[in-house]
Nanobody, 125 residues
Framework: EVQLVESGGGLVQAGGSLRLSCAAS????????IGWFRQAPGKEREGVSC????????YYADSVKGRFTISRDNAKNTVYLQMNSLKPEDTAIYYC??????????????????WGQGTQVTVSS
């Protein structure tokens, strides 16, 4: 079964750091674009970052650029999101997702066909 499982969320003070993990099974992460998304209460799901399947090229939303870093460990079949200098507005449920094979490069949720269950990140002020 194709599956993604997020972990690493928690409660952190503003200015702190967390590293989220996205463990994949049923497929190899370097064969697909993998994205990180977040959704705060009452808001639409927002693209955060993604990493390519080929050369490892990365993309970041302006809101997290310079603070977050996406990476993958092919041996562990896992994608990570290192989050530094966290702000209260980063509070959300964070999801990882696999891009659909028929989709072109994007950070739109509709381009992704498999989603994890999410992990809560709460940043206190």
């Amino acid at each position: 079964e194709v599956q993604l499982v997020e972990s690493g969320g928690g409660l952190v003070q503003a200015g702190g750091s967390l590293r989220l993990s996205c463990a994949a099974s049923g497929f190899t992460v370097d064969d697909y674009v993998i994205g990180w998304f977040r959704q705060a209460p009452g808001k639409e799901r927002e693209g955060v970052s993604c990493i390519s399947s080929s050369d490892g090229s990365t993309y970041y939303a302006d809101s997290v650029k310079g603070r977050f870093t996406i990476s993958r460990d092919n041996a562990k079949n896992t994608v990570y999101l290192q989050m530094n200098s966290l702000k209260p507005e980063d509070t959300a449920i964070y999801y990882c997702a696999r891009m659909a094979p028929w989709s072109s490069w994007s950070l739109f949720p509709s381009s992704y066909d498999t989603w994890g269950q999410g992990t809560q990140v709460t940043v206190s002020s």
